[in-house]
């Protein structure tokens, strides 16, 4: 049996913790400091070099070269030099909300004075918006939480078998939203991006230009060009002119009228959702947050073709602004993107704000 020598072996002890402490892979990497996140919500192929989604366009052009493995969300996170991150939802409510909260939770990253900026395309509404346009969002309002049944067996007189949650007929009074079913974005910071981009020139192609007589609505024959308009986020692509109205109608019902439906979009009510529980942890600034959508297709049927028929051609693009959109949200969306890094001084802890629309 051996005998323990206690001067010796606290010798060595206290040697060894001496090494360690020398080590500097034991110290602790500070969290990298962003200032604006930019989120796309799909990549068509790679992130550069190939055909382009809505992610594209932010990795060539602003230099987003610094790539972060993201196991536990939908993309890597990609990062340039000068505090601009951009990441990758994956389409849907579920993925929008669970990319949102890993990026939100991962410590290599302070988010707590982030911009964060969605930006992607969107169907849109004739009677609002048009091809190629660009909204920026006042409200978003989640499209799936509801009651539903099939309209052929709906009672004669209602527009629709889709029922808020708690009531029994469509539209029923007194509105009774769930918790975070309406997502309300800071209306001075909106207002601000908006004063700064409503005069940018967005493309009008041939293809735009031919497409836009086809269809019927207030604001079907525009040219591209920004504006504020609001949005229904559902994980279900809907299309067709009665649903456009009941997409109005849903979102003049939970907005008590404040609300003006502009574009359809599949994630954003699961990522605005996320960065609400981030902020309330402390991680995020729920006040700094932008959503904007711009037009690649109508969500209705042009003149004289069924709803169903005008589905099967949007399959292929025929009447799309697909190309159009992505340049018209990388236009408008940089130019926010830019004035923030190029001034950071000025808006690190201060939030840009302007009147609030009337």
Known sequence: MSVLRFPSFLRALSGIALVLLALPAFAAEAPIPVKVVVVAMFETGQDSGDAPGEFQYWVERDHLDRVFPMPAAYHAARMNDRGELGIVTGAGTAHGAATIMALGLDPRFDLSHAYWIIAGIAGGSPETVSLGSAAWARYVLDGDLAYEIDPREAPAGWSTGYIPLGRTEPYEQPVAPRENQLFTLSPTLTQWAYNLTRNLPLADTEK???????FDGAAAQLPPH????????????WHG???????????????????HFATSAMEDTGSLLALRGLAAAGKADYNR??????????????RGMTAAESLARERFGTYSGFLPALESAYTVGHAVVNELLTHWDQYADHVPAAEPAN
């Open 289 to 302: 947050v932008l959503v904007l959508r711009t037009v690649s297709n109508f969500d209705q049927q042009p």
């Open 241 to 259: 002119k009665l649903m456009d109205a009941w997409a109005s109608q849903w979102m003049n019902y939970f907005t008590a009228g404040k609300g």
């Open 208 to 214: 735009l230009k031919a497409v836009r007589p086809q």
């Open 226 to 237: 920004v504006q504020l308009g609001d949005e229904v986020s559902a994980s279900t692509f």
